[in-house]
């Protein structure tokens, strides 16, 4: 069976640190994988989104970005976080565009 | 471009009692729709969804949804509320774009169950 891992689960940071989230799926093969971002008290918003390998698209201007190098694994980064960026992460996949997307556990990031 | 609403971002429900939540969509081809559920600090987990099929979808938990394109409305339904119901739910409408499925959420419903 598939399953969505994400790490790490929260994560305390200061204003202007980098930033490095991980996200992998097994059991499958060539998944889409996508990143999205759940502030406090309001509802998903997507950030990236990956077909294959390399392949990244950003849907809304921010101070993240995202990276896919290997198949299976998805990785939302920052080079300077914003007080902003504070929000619950969430990884999810899916196999085909008529399928459900599969969510991961989440991380919370605090940003002090 | 799509959009999902739902109506009322609380709902208060006795426990026994019917949960009704309310999903409106917006979009310019035949949508695949989703009711997903979250508990705190947890992913989300699907309950149901529709992909053209049948228009009445039973999910888990004892949840169904029912697709009406005259209303474009994915309306959530349990008949019976269990305390375990308390949580968010999410409705969401995918485009089903050649480029991966993008999923918009909707603002989501935060159920409590009294006893």
């Known amino acids: 069976s598939q399953t969505i891992h994400q790490w790490p689960a929260t994560l305390v940071q200061p204003v202007g640190s980098p930033l490095s989230l991980e996200c992998t799926v097994e059991g499958t093969s060539n998944p889409n994988l996508y990143w999205y971002r759940q502030a406090a008290g309001r509802g998903l918003q997507l950030l990236f989104y990956s077909v294959g390998i390399g392949q990244i698209s950003s849907e809304v201007p921010q101070n993240l970005s995202a990276s896919r190098p290997q198949d299976r694994q998805f990785i939302l980064s920052s080079k300077k976080l914003l007080l902003s960026d504070s929000g619950f992460y969430l990884c999810?996949?899916?196999?085909?565009?008529?399928?459900?997307?599969?969510f991961g556990d989440g991380t919370r990031l605090s940003i002090l | 471009a799509q959009s999902v609403t739902q109506l009322g971002s609380h709902v208060s429900v006795s426990e026994g009692a019917l949960v009704l939540l309310r999903c409106n969509y917006s979009?310019?081809?035949?949508?695949?729709l989703f009711w997903y559920v979250q508990y705190p600090n947890q992913g989300l987990q699907l309950l149901l969804k529709?992909?053209?099929?049948?228009?009445l979808v039973k999910g888990i938990n004892g949840f169904e949804a029912e697709f009406k394109k005259s209303e474009t409305s994915f309306h959530l339904t349990k008949p019976s509320a269990h305390m375990s119901d308390a949580a968010e739910y999410f409705c969401?409408?995918?485009?089903?774009?050649?480029?991966?499925?993008?999923?918009?959420f909707g603002g989501g419903t935060r159920v409590l169950v009294k006893p």
């Open positions: 999810a996949w899916n196999r085909a565009s008529n399928q459900p997307q599969h």
């Open positions: 979009s310019s081809v035949p949508p695949y």
């Open positions: 969401a409408v995918s485009d089903d774009g050649a480029a991966g499925n993008k999923l918009t």
């Open positions: 529709y992909t053209s099929a049948a228009t």
